[in-house]
């Protein structure tokens, strides 16, 4: 009785051994493929940042915003236009320091500490609107960004203006008010 304890004991540890060897196998196909899948992503994510490049062309205020023209200077199209990031650095009449960072709103006529797209047109002179895929920002392509702030920048200050889109590509310019 004693060698027939041990053979099913014996018999009872390999297979516990193979059991926990095969979930410890499983755990580690299955870590390499997440880590795999995040490796793909990741270069996605760099392939369409080092495709991707915003530039400023103008600032300036007009009729109590301030108005940016941007445009794509990179080799893909850009949208997700709420995702983006807007922040402005300026100074109020008491000479009070600001930075805001607005908040996206559709239409053409933002609300306070607010940004909108008035428009995306075809060259800086916006003389023609965009004809291609309508409310997508594509290469080549200029977008009149309109910001509204509270309380408004003092003239004769610099304006700092900072755009940056959903994949972290950035431009920035500075301007006197």
């Known amino acids: ?3 027939m ?6 018999l009872v540890m390999i297979a516990m051994l193979l059991t926990t060897g095969l ?3 499983q755990s580690s196909l299955t870590s390499m493929d997440y880590m ?3 490796w793909k992503e990741t270069e996605s994510t760099a392939q369409e940042i080092s495709r991707t490049d915003i530039s400023i062309s ?3 205020i007009a009729g109590g915003f301030i108005e940016v023209l941007v445009q794509n200077s990179g080799s893909i199209h850009i949208a997700q236009f709420p995702n983006w990031d807007v922040l402005v650095h300026y100074y109020d009449d008491n000479g009070d320091y600001y930075i805001v960072q607005t908040e996206y709103v559709e239409g053409t006529t933002p609300g306070d500490n607010q940004w909108s797209v008035a428009g995306i047109y075809t060259d800086d002179t916006l003389g023609q609107d965009e004809v291609f895929e309508p409310g997508i920002l594509n290469p080549g392509e200029v977008m009149l960004l309109r910001v509204s ?3 408004a920048q003092y003239a004769g200050t610099m304006c700092w203006v900072t755009v940056s889109t959903p994949s ?10």
């Open 5 to 10: 304890s041990t053979v099913v004991t014996t």
């Open 149 to 151: 702030l509270v309380p």
């Open 168 to 177: 972290g590509v950035m431009t920035s310019v500075q301007f006197e008010v």
């Open 23 to 25: 979930a410890m196998a």
């Open 1 to 3: 009785m004693t060698a």
């Open 58 to 60: 103008d600032a300036q």
């Open 36 to 38: 795999a899948q995040c």
